[in-house]
């Protein structure tokens, strides 16, 4: 049995590489409320952890066109299960932790070992350094610049400030001018404090965020697709649903798509030796799209998300899905909730998805 665990505390729990982690409330909140959502991604007969039964399945139930059969079981109903695997959210300590803590065995568990490791390639530093660099090399219209600073860096042009380990929409900050610099320097130096240092990246004029998903198996990293999502002050909104023909359309407006074969297939050589014994499961690399100078430009490697996304999410979903394309959003209002709805655009068959979809509450904090 295959054991599946939300946890969208991960990259914070990450951050704090602790064994014991309380994530602030909201992600409390969010994964008490939508631990059911991997029976959206899971296999039927598959397993999910969830801490309310009876929320759980009425959730479910509300979804039952999208959801797969799947077992819920709760924290003390784990022990003496036949679990042979575990895909969580996202490794780290603390959930390894806690399913030990509940029963499940340790051999289907990560080493300490395998989690450093995992933590070191989750850290923004290893993208920058290595995935970055290679794949800016492919053509000059790819860009793309990221450096780690261990003391405070000099302001000299915009900015954006990054925590080595963090998540959508917390652990991101710009200094556009010198006024807002003078702002975030006690952040930042407390970043350095707590984490060992921070990123800065030049600030690019965004024209459109999207992803490329992918699987680390025994065999080899695996191409999933593309993902098409929304960001609101740098906190995740939501994802498309759609065949991958629709997704490169919208796309090809700014990118070619033989560009974009040449960074999926860079990434999936590039990455195999580093993933190869460490990671099994999805991965995602956030890219995007930036003007300069009357130029659209391509970023391929904003941030390296090593596990689970909602972009895979997205992707599970239009392989059961009739009616595209939709817009799939966590929306929050004192509750957390998932949802789903058709795009209509009455004057055009093939709308700007970068344009004409609506933008819902943004789920910032979370490691979306």
Request: charged share 20%; proline share 5%; net charge negative.
């Amino acid at each position: 049995m295959t054991l599946h665990v939300f946890t969208p505390q991960h990259d914070m729990a990450l951050a704090a590489n602790q064994r014991q982690f309380t994530s602030p409330k909201a992600g409390r909140q969010l994964a008490e409320e939508l631990d059911w959502l991997p029976s959206l991604w899971a296999e039927d007969g598959d397993a999910v952890l969830v801490h309310d039964l009876q929320r759980a399945q009425t959730a479910i139930q509300g979804l039952k066109d999208w959801a797969r059969d799947v077992q819920l079981l709760t924290p003390h109903q784990l022990a003496g299960r036949a679990i042979t695997s575990v895909k969580p959210w996202g490794w780290d300590r603390s959930i390894v932790h806690d399913l030990r803590r509940w029963g499940v065995p340790s051999h289907v568990l990560p080493t300490d070992d395998t989690l450093d490791a995992i933590r070191e390639i989750s850290h923004r530093r290893w993208a920058s350094e290595h995935l970055l660099p290679m794949l800016r090399s492919i053509e000059s219209s790819v860009i793309g610049e990221s450096s780690y600073h261990d003391v405070l860096p000099t302001w000299h042009s915009p900015i954006v400030l990054k925590s080595p380990w963090s998540c959508s929409g917390r652990g991101v900050r710009y200094a556009l001018d010198a006024t807002q610099w003078e702002r975030q320097q006690t952040w930042a130096s407390q970043v350095i404090m707590r984490q060992g240092g921070i990123m800065v990246e030049p600030y690019y004029y965004k024209v459109c965020d999207f992803a490329m998903e992918f699987d680390s198996t025994e065999e080899g990293i695996i191409y999933r697709g593309l993902s098409l999502f929304h960001t609101h002050h740098g906190g995740y909104t939501g994802n498309i649903i759609a065949s991958e023909r629709w997704k490169l359309d919208q796309l090809s407006r700014y990118v070619s798509s033989t560009l974009l074969d040449k960074i999926k297939c860079a990434i999936c050589e590039y990455i195999l030796p580093f993933l190869r014994h460490i990671y099994t499961g999805s991965f995602g690399v956030d890219m995007m799209v930036v003007e300069d100078k009357g130029q659209y430009l391509l970023h391929p490697c904003v941030e390296l998300n090593l596990r689970m996304t909602m972009g895979h999410v997205a992707l599970s979903l239009a392989e059961r899905a009739t009616n595209m394309p939709r817009l799939m959003a966590i929306e929050y209002n004192e509750h957390y909730t998932f949802n789903n709805y058709l795009i209509t655009n009455d004057n055009d068959k093939n709308p700007n998805f970068f344009g004409d979809v609506p933008h819902p509450h943004d789920v910032s904090g979370t490691g979306l």
